[in-house]
């Protein structure tokens, strides 16, 4: 079984910034890949959804994946506090034919 | 959430007793998902089922058993409670398999055993 990796944070940010969250993974055959988050105490909410090269943007979030370097990153731009949470990054690994998850990153928006 | 409920929502149990939790969707989603979420691993695969009647085992399957009767229902099984899956066990549901999977869950069980 193959790793996805997160850093841990917390990852602070003031209000109105562009907050970035980074994901690693190691299974050169990765096909898919989720970004979630997850409020404290509640469940993880689907945010992204990326397949191919490049960007993908959906309101104030930006997905970009670079499968040669093997990274998929989340933009947050304006950071609002209501952003504060932990973010889930997952990935297809084609070799197990699952979704990985990783520990996901906790990111604190400050007033 | 995506038509999906979790049974009972909070737990506290003894070691050594059996406990069964249950996952019930609305949304007639042929794929349905067993995790455990603890600080420090993420969300860990237990169990899944891509049909009724139709399961297999994830990374962390020992202890645990399933079974899946009707499209709707799921259930995890803890054979005899260690405190070891003091856990957050999360549902989550798919409509497809593979690079497409996008996983819908459940509002989770904080289970305790003591």
């Known amino acids: 079984q193959k790793e996805v990796e997160q850093n841990s944070g917390p990852l602070s940010v003031p209000e109105g910034a562009i907050a970035s969250l980074n994901c690693t993974y190691s299974?050169?055959?990765?096909?898919?890949f989720f970004w979630y988050r997850q409020y404290s105490g509640k469940s993880p909410e689907l945010i992204m959804f990326?397949?191919?090269?490049g960007d993908k943007e959906d309101g104030r979030f930006t997905a970009q994946l670079n499968k040669a370097s093997q990274y998929v990153s989340l933009l947050i731009r304006d950071s609002q506090p209501s952003d504060s949470a932990t973010y889930l990054c997952?990935?297809?690994?084609?070799?197990?034919?699952?979704?990985?998850f990783g520990p996901g990153t906790s990111l604190s928006v400050i007033p | 959430d995506a038509g999906i409920t979790q049974s009972p929502r909070h737990k506290v149990t003894e070691t050594g007793t059996p406990v069964t939790l249950r996952c019930h969707q609305t949304e007639n989603h042929r794929y349905m998902y067993w995790y455990r979420q603890d600080p420090g691993h993420g969300l860990r695969l237990i169990h899944y089922?891509?049909?009724?009647?139709?399961?297999d085992k994830g990374e962390v399957s020992d202890g645990y058993s399933v079974s899946r009767s009707k499209t709707e229902d799921f259930l995890l099984t803890l054979e005899s409670a260690t405190s070891s899956q003091t856990s957050v066990y999360f549902c989550?549901?798919?409509?497809?398999?593979?690079?497409?999977?996008?996983?819908?869950f459940g509002p989770g069980t904080r289970l305790t055993v003591l």
């Open positions: 989550a549901i798919s409509e497809s398999e593979g690079a497409y999977n996008e996983q819908f």
């Open positions: 089922s891509y049909g009724v009647k139709d399961t």
């Open positions: 990326i397949y191919s090269n």
């Open positions: 997952a990935v297809y690994e084609t070799s197990y034919d699952k979704v990985i």
């Open positions: 299974d050169r055959g990765s096909q898919s």
